[in-house]
């Protein structure tokens, strides 16, 4: 069986999505959306009812609180996007201004080729990182496991230049 790299990210804004401070933040998510989208290994992001971006997709019970979800090919694959991407990382150096510090705001795992993660799992695989740490069922970029029947790999931390 092949594997997908499932991503799960959140972040609690400091004050309502709409409020003025956050105008930046909102305006650029469908272009930084739309560039992850064009990325090699890009497979799938979760989308509104409308196509759009995530923001009206309330999978918490705080509705502060901002999720993305989306499936990369591989962990090399979301690395190079999250981390080497300039305009990405021009908007996530920017996040405390929007967003509250938040303990466990990442989980990634593997999931089978053609499968769609559901907000409610990404939650779970959150809380199994606020638990336990990174396993094999959810991990971080700092302490990644393999996909199922793979070799080991190194920290993409330490892979990012």
Known sequence: MSYHLAQINIGKFRLPAEDPVNRDFVENLGRINAIAEQQPGFIWRLKDEGGGGALAIRAFD????????????DLDSLAAFAYRNLEHRKIMM????????????????????????????????????????????????????????????????????
């Open 62 to 73: 705080d509705p502060n609180i901002a999720i993305n979800m989306s499936v990369w090919k």
């Open 94 to 161: 920017r996040r405390r201004e929007w967003f509250e510090k938040i303990d466990f705001n990442m989980a990634l795992w593997w999931i089978p080729v053609g499968y769609v993660p559901t907000p409610s799992e990404g939650r779970q695989k959150l809380e199994l990182i606020a638990r336990i740490g990174s396993s094999a069922d959810a991990f971080l970029f700092h302490r990644p496991f393999p996909a199922p029947g793979s070799t080991p790999v190194a920290p993409i931390l330490d892979r990012c230049g």
